[in-house]
């Protein structure tokens, strides 16, 4: 739970306590054989009462709607690193398989990469005809299609790592 959530709590329970606390402390006062508040004394009290009450109710509730917001964009941030991660780590991977790591829907995954195009975080390719993400080495790749060693077709192996199937050679890159 985040702090905000937790001070969002905290503030409500000293505004219930607060309008609580001051109405039983009010008829205390005005029970008894001698009462110490009249009427319009315990209206007075309770009025102030409530102002205070909703005054840390109200920024309670605001804290809490801002924790909130706070675990959403983390939960959201954890989602992005870990298909950045993906990517980066494997080197291509269908988005239908992030979707299924994910466990969320592909429609999902792509608002995700378009955040993360957007946000300028993402600079891989994302060929959406075929389903594919590559990660940002695996674009520049493109233009080597063979082995240096057997001149056998490369294939993508990781971040950085071209491996040919034929030879076994890898290149990393840097």
């Known amino acids: 739970m985040s702090s905000a959530k937790i001070i969002g709590l905290v503030l409500l329970i000293i505004g219930l306590f607060v309008f609580v606390g001051a109405g039983a402390w009010g008829l205390a006062q005005m029970s008894g054989e001698s009462p110490a508040l009249d009427s319009a004394a315990f209206i007075l009290l309770m009025v102030i009462a409530g102002f ?9 509730l605001v804290m809490l709607r801002q924790g909130t917001k706070e675990t959403i964009d983390q939960a959201e941030a954890a989602r992005q690193r870990k298909i950045l991660d993906m990517i980066a780590t494997r080197g291509e991977i269908k988005i239908s398989e992030v979707a ?13 990469l378009e955040r993360l195009v957007g946000l300028g975080i993402f600079s891989g390719y994302i060929n959406w005809d075929k389903d594919m993400l590559y ?18 077709d490369v294939k993508l192996a990781g971040k ?15």
């Open 160 to 174: 950085g790592v071209i491996q040919c199937p034929w030879c076994g050679a890898e290149y990393f890159l840097s």
């Open 52 to 60: 205070f009450a909703l005054l840390f109710a109200g920024v309670g």
């Open 100 to 112: 299924i790591e994910l466990q969320t829907r592909t429609e999902d995954i792509r608002a995700i």
């Open 135 to 152: 990660s940002a080495d695996a674009g520049q790749l493109r233009d080597a299609k063979q082995c240096l060693n057997c001149g056998g």
